[in-house]
């Protein structure tokens, strides 16, 4: 049986009254237990029921937005509503959590219940700034809104057109204007007649009464969310990423609130590297695209540094001793390579460098112009628990065994 839904009437309502028309208790299934895990203080004894009410302002999960939160009071006892849902009948189901875990049967009871109107105005704020956004783009581009999803965190919408950035700009900027002109928002159901004659936005097929969004001269668009009444409302519209997504776009915006708490979040990061480089917020990106060139120089400049350090480490080493093993604690694999062909142009034996520590263990590269380095791999498997092989000219791999055993091995 359908539920009667009490938002589609008025979206800014937050308590209402119902009846209970059925209770049973649910599964804990892998999606409530997530829902559970946004709660604090559950404790295990807890036990999730199922509820359908006669009627209701939580809006479900549908059409890729999150449901309502809140409570509802049955019994004498508030209990959190941790989701929401709708089936094909229309049927309103509303998962509450009975922390103790006690069993209640509260059919035909009278309910009473509370949303949580900060996250419901939230979304109306996001979701209405999807259709301004969805409905400029739209008309623009004369493609598809082909995919969305309304988090708590984010908006996200799918065109099935390319966009540039500079065209995404100057709809980011109309849209604000719109906001700013504070246009009305009507949800209306037309008759069947009235909706053969009329052009609208729809992302699904739709079974019985269309639910019609309209904001004048920006978009009409079927849809069954509860939406701000006015644009004004939205405050703000910000495009955050936008990317090239199966042939067409896809792109993040936030609205209202989100949007201003994501802006002071950002602004209080850039302030911060801004102080920490001493620059200007202006010059912020030059600033660290300075640094990170030099930190790349630099790092180059100590890749060759340490690979000359090796060099003259590795001329040091007498010509009697029989093979030629060095350490170090840092070097990179290609100016290790360079050292053992030179060292085995120069000499026979074994040749290798270890680059690491006691505690984190050892990389090597071994080379030889005489002896079988596959042959040595085996060994260094077998004694030093060491992974890796290679050919027999040159082996390489890893080690967790000590400095001094390795020099023992080597003998
Ligand atoms: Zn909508």
Do not use: W
């Not at 623009?140 to 950035?165: E, R, W």
């Not at 142009?345 to 520590?357: L, N």
């Not at 077998?382 to 791999?397: D, P, R, T, V, Y």
């Amino acid at each position: 049986m359908s539920t009667i839904k009490l938002y589609d009437e008025d979206a800014y309502k937050t308590s209402f009254s119902a009846r209970v028309l059925s209770c049973s208790e649910s599964e804990i299934t892998e999606r409530l237990q997530k829902r559970l895990a946004l709660l604090t203080d559950i404790p295990e004894t807890v036990k999730i029921y199922s509820l359908v009410l006669d009627k209701t302002l939580f809006f479900p999960e549908e059409g890729g937005q999150t449901p309502d939160g809140g409570t509802l009071t049955i019994c004498g006892r508030d209990l959190p509503v941790i989701d929401v849902a709708i089936d094909k009948t229309n049927t309103i189901s509303h998962y509450v959590a009975v922390c103790d875990g006690s069993s209640f049967q509260p059919e035909d009871s009278e309910v009473s219940g509370n949303i949580d109107f900060a996250h419901r105005f939230s979304n109306m704020q996001n979701h209405t700034g999807e259709h301004i956004f969805s409905g400029l783009v739209c008309r623009k581009k004369n493609c598809n809104n082909v995919g969305f999803h309304l988090s708590d965190d984010i908006v996200t919408m799918d065109y099935d057109c390319p966009l540039t950035k500079e065209e995404i700009d100057a709809l980011e900027l109309k849209a604000n204007e719109i906001i700013t002109k504070n246009l009305p928002v009507f949800c209306t159901y037309p008759s069947e007649e009235e909706l053969t004659g009329l052009s609208y936005r729809s992302k699904i097929e739709i079974d019985g009464p269309v639910r019609i969004v309209t904001i004048p001269g920006v978009d009409v668009c079927a849809c069954c969310a509860p939406h701000v009444k006015n644009t004004g409302e939205i405050g703000l519209l910000k495009v955050i990423d936008f990317m090239k997504y199966k042939g067409g776009t896809r792109l993040s915006i936030l609205c209202g609130s989100r949007a201003f708490i994501d802006f002071r979040k950002k602004q209080e990061k850039l302030v911060s590297i801004s102080r920490t480089l001493s620059e200007s917020i202006e010059n912020t990106d030059l600033a660290v695209g300075k640094l990170y060139k030099e930190k790349n120089d630099l790092s180059y400049k100590l890749r060759q540094l340490q690979g000359n350090l090796l060099s003259i480490k590795a001329d040091s080493i007498p010509d009697n001793v029989k093979h030629a093993i060095l350490f170090t604690e840092d070097c990179d694999v290609n100016e290790a390579r360079k050292v053992i062909n030179s060292l085995t142009k120069k000499r026979g034996g074994y040749c290798g460098v270890f680059t690491g520590s006691d505690e984190s263990g050892f990389s090597f590269i071994i080379g030889s112009s005489d002896l079988d380095c596959s042959v040595l791999a085996k060994e260094l498997r077998e004694k030093l628990n060491a992974k890796g092989g290679g050919k027999k000219e040159m082996i390489q791999g890893h080690t967790d065994a000590k400095e001094d055993e390795i020099i023992k091995f080597f003998g």
